[in-house]
């Protein structure tokens, strides 16, 4: 008598403990999919250290020469990581240390360095024997001018770098307070999950 009476309580138990199991692994996973699909949640913490630009941007290498005149390769921003740095007027201890924040921060890829390219766009105040030590001391470093205004538009000139990926999109912008170690974490991680450039 006693067998029969505590049978459906174990069958209840049973059916609960496998109710509770089965909630406990799908509804992280419908919740995922709601949020997901819902359009509305962004999660506001990042593992970034730039800000991201979103939309991207695309960007173009029309309209930019090089300092003896000649046009920057249509495909430039196409196939490899870019690293942009805008000046307007003379280079300051700012920019000094942008630039070589560019060169330190290709070179700690590593094996991926040929993976990352530097681009310097300079306006007209910049001399012609400084643009010279520029390629001196930075080599591979690629100097371009706007041919009129408005081609550059998509770097704002000051101390920030950008970051162009292989599709040719505008999508990181680094302040001047950013370490370097930053820029570098993240350029490694996107370089680790991307297949292309």
Same mark, same amino acid.
């Given at each position: 008598?006693?067998?029969?009476?505590?049978?459906?309580?174990?069958?209840?138990?049973? *059916?609960?403990? !496998?109710?509770?199991?089965?909630? +406990? +692994?799908?509804?992280?996973?419908?919740?995922?999919?709601?949020?997901?699909?819902?359009?509305?949640?962004?999660?506001?913490?990042?593992?970034?250290?730039?800000? !991201?630009?979103?939309?991207?941007? /695309?960007?173009?290498?029309?309209?930019?020469?090089?300092?003896?005149?000649?046009?920057?390769?249509?495909?430039? +921003?196409?196939?490899?990581?870019? !690293?942009?740095?805008?000046?307007?007027?003379?280079?300051?201890?700012?920019?000094?240390?942008?630039?070589?924040?560019?060169?330190?921060?290709?070179?700690?890829?590593?094996?991926?360095?040929? *993976?990352?390219?530097?681009?310097?766009?300079?306006?007209?105040?910049?001399?012609?024997?400084?643009?010279?030590?520029?390629?001196?001391?930075? /080599?591979? #470093?690629?100097?371009?001018?706007?041919?009129?205004?408005?081609?550059?538009?998509?770097? /704002?000139?000051?101390?920030?770098?950008?970051?162009?990926?292989?599709?040719?999109?505008?999508?990181?912008?680094?302040?001047?307070?950013?370490? /370097?170690?930053?820029?570098?974490?993240? #350029?490694?991680?996107? !370089?680790?999950?991307?297949?292309?450039?």
């Amino acid at each position: 008598m006693e067998t029969i009476m505590t049978k459906p309580s174990n069958t209840l138990r049973s *059916r609960l403990t !496998l109710l509770l199991l089965v909630a +406990f +692994f799908a509804l992280p996973a419908a919740l995922a999919w709601l949020l997901n699909f819902s359009g509305d949640y962004t999660p506001q913490a990042t593992a970034n250290y730039g800000a !991201l630009i979103q939309p991207v941007k /695309p960007v173009s290498a029309e309209g930019f020469v090089d300092p003896q005149g000649a046009p920057l390769a249509a495909d430039f +921003f196409l196939g490899e990581w870019v !690293l942009v740095y805008h000046l307007n007027g003379s280079c300051t201890e700012a920019c000094q240390q942008s630039l070589y924040r560019m060169r330190q921060v290709r070179l700690a890829q590593g094996k991926n360095i040929d *993976r990352v390219k530097r681009l310097l766009v300079v306006d007209d105040g910049a001399t012609a024997e400084w643009l010279a030590q520029v390629q001196e001391h930075y /080599p591979g #470093l690629v100097l371009v001018r706007p041919m009129e205004a408005g081609v550059a538009a998509a770097f /704002p000139a000051g101390d920030h770098l950008y970051l162009v990926d292989p599709l040719g999109n505008l999508m990181m912008d680094y302040a001047p307070e950013v370490e /370097p170690r930053g820029l570098i974490k993240d #350029l490694e991680r996107l !370089l680790r999950i991307s297949y292309i450039g």
